[in-house]
């Protein structure tokens, strides 16, 4: 529906007169250049993150000279997802452990090593919808613990070993977390059978619906003792209220790092884009995307203002 390619500058004027020869040559050249201008599409879902990393690559491509159509915040991963197989998007912000929904391979333990995970999604993607996984974060955004900070300060939590081995201790950890967290057997139950340790019911409070928003602000104010809340590992708020992401160092969750995902036909003429975007990538590790979520959720900052602000200060852009 729509191609890709880069903007081409305008013509120079013309001084004197052309030669008979030049004149001809310039008339024939510039049907070639016509058919060559047209836009790269940029996508995302409509969530806070996609809208960051979705406003970081249409600034990052208009930079380098693209013209970019603007479908950021396009919809839910569904709907994102058959875009970019239609073709109508170019390029969007993916997550690598959604391949095993993709893909129906949720049992694959693939998804939950980072480059297992990324390299079977980057394979499968190639063969079956010629789509190529660009260079993801270091950051995983699934399921997680994440402690208050003063607690983690004062016990010396970092990882969820740490966790629980303070837990088994005695610790006075109080989750705030849903039903489904607490209920399902890849969540809280995976998380306790890895790590060793039991939450009493006494230890949880569950609240309706998913929303992480919910279980940051009760063990930020403390909500009925809670300390500890289940999140996403990127959320926005975390850094702003002072909670501290436990690291799964066993691989419980499966790995969900973001990553641009472009259509082969548009990297194959435009080899580039890689070396546009991987840079950028790379700097995206789990606290800066905090930090840069948090700009939007809870100072109220335009996502393509902290995106541009980011890129800027990092000298990827001028």
């Not at 201008?37 to 970081?56: F, R």
């Not at 607490?182 to 006494?202: I, K, M």
């Not at 809670?226 to 066993?250: F, K, P, R, W």
């Amino acid at each position: 529906m729509i191609t890709e390619t880069k903007r081409f500058p305008a013509a120079r004027r013309l001084a004197g007169v052309l030669a008979g020869s030049a004149v001809a040559a310039l008339m024939a050249a510039a049907p070639v250049a016509q058919a060559q201008a047209q836009d790269i599409t940029v996508g995302s879902k409509i969530d806070t993150e996609g809208a960051l990393l979705g406003n970081m690559l249409m600034i990052l491509l208009e930079d380098a000279g693209f013209t970019v159509d603007n479908k950021i915040q396009l919809g839910a991963t569904s709907v994102v997802r058959q875009a970019l197989i239609a073709g109508e998007i170019d390029i969007y912000p993916e997550y690598t452990g959604n391949g095993a929904f993709f893909f129906d391979r949720q049992g694959d333990q693939a998804w939950n090593n980072r480059g297992a995970g990324y390299e079977l999604v980057s394979q499968l993607d190639a063969q079956e919808n010629n789509l190529v996984w660009l260079t993801p974060a270091p950051a995983n955004n699934t399921w997680a613990l994440a402690v208050r900070q003063d607690v983690a300060a004062e016990n010396d939590l970092e990882t969820m070993e740490d966790f629980g081995a303070w837990v088994s201790g005695g610790g006075d950890a109080m989750l705030a977390a849903s039903a489904e967290f607490v209920e399902s057997p890849n969540a809280l139950p995976a998380f306790q059978e890895a790590y060793g340790f039991e939450l009493t019911d006494d230890q949880m409070l569950v609240l309706s619906g998913g929303d992480t928003a919910a279980t940051i602000r009760a063990a930020a104010e403390q909500t009925n003792g809670t300390n500890t809340a289940m999140v996403y590992g990127t959320d926005g708020a975390l850094s702003a209220v002072g909670l501290v992401v436990m690291e799964d160092t066993q691989g419980v969750q499966m790995v969900y790092e973001p990553a641009p995902v472009v259509r082969g036909e548009v990297l194959e003429e435009h080899p580039e884009i890689r070396d546009i975007i991987d840079p950028v990538f790379e700097t995206l590790g789990l606290q800066t995307l905090q930090s840069l979520n948090a700009a939007i959720i809870v100072e109220g900052r335009d996502a393509g203002q902290v995106a541009r602000s980011y890129l800027e200060e990092e000298g990827f852009i001028n």
